[in-house]
């Protein structure tokens, strides 16, 4: 199984800092690699497939890079409903696999 | 519109089934392929199971692998999670969610809770 490492599991700033999260696979995932954000108590939003691509609607405050195992996400201009967990996903090969989160607190 | 929402939750007794339901609408359902994932309280994400979008192949988490059964009726657009043998570690919230043609997931439904005790 692929294993993905999901950095740092969490992060504090302020309404309009930008921030970055970091994810490593264990193996190279071709950037079959997706990010999503889950608001306290709702179900998980799609924000970046294919590493890089946003989703329909996603603001362009978010962006994803990376290539080979690994991948980043970074959020620019926060806004209140941007504090929330962040996860990746690994979508090369089954098991599908998802970092262990990162929750991105209000400072 | 796309809709996705899962019903069949509720109090699963160990070593009990349940059944997961996910209404579709909005898409032609039968283009997908549709998976389930869970998160455990206070947990993260995890994979479950994914079906094709004939009902042709599936896949499984080793978690729940000779356990669990995923089927979808393309005709009603509905797609199905056997949960047989259940344990305390099955505890979570059931999501359903569709896959993309390009693989990734997109629409994700609201969840249900799968609580399971004695």
């Known amino acids: 199984d692929i294993q993905m490492t999901q950095s740092p599991s969490s992060l504090s700033a302020s309404v309009g800092d930008s921030v970055t999260i970091t994810c490593r696979a264990s193996?190279?995932?071709?950037?079959?690699l997706a990010w999503f954000r889950q608001k306290p108590g709702k179900a998980p939003e799609s924000l970046i497939y294919a590493a890089t691509s946003l989703l329909s609607g996603v603001p362009s405050k978010f962006s994803g890079s990376g290539s080979g195992t690994d991948y980043t996400l970074t959020i620019s201009s926060l806004q209140p409903e941007d504090f929330a967990t962040y996860y990746c996903?690994?979508?090369?090969?089954?098991?599908?696999?998802f970092g262990r989160g990162t929750k991105l607190e209000s400072k | 519109e796309v809709q996705l929402l899962e019903s069949g939750g509720g109090l699963g007794q160990p070593g009990g089934s349940l059944r997961l339901s996910c209404a579709a609408s909005?898409?032609?359902?039968?283009?997908?392929?549709m998976t389930w994932v869970r998160q455990a309280p206070g947990k993260g994400l995890e994979w479950v199971s994914l079906i094709s979008a004939g009902g042709e192949s599936t896949y499984y988490a080793d978690s729940v692998k000779g356990r669990f059964t995923i089927s979808r009726d393309n005709s009603k657009s509905v797609l199905f999670l056997q949960m047989n043998s259940l344990t305390a570690d099955d505890t979570a919230v059931y999501y359903c969610a569709r896959r993309e043609v390009a693989f990734y997931l997109d629409y994700w439904g609201q969840g249900t809770l799968v609580p399971v005790s004695s």
């Open positions: 193996q190279g995932i071709g950037n079959y």
């Open positions: 909005g898409f032609t359902f039968h283009n997908y392929a």
């Open positions: 996903q690994q979508y090369k090969s089954y098991p599908y696999t």
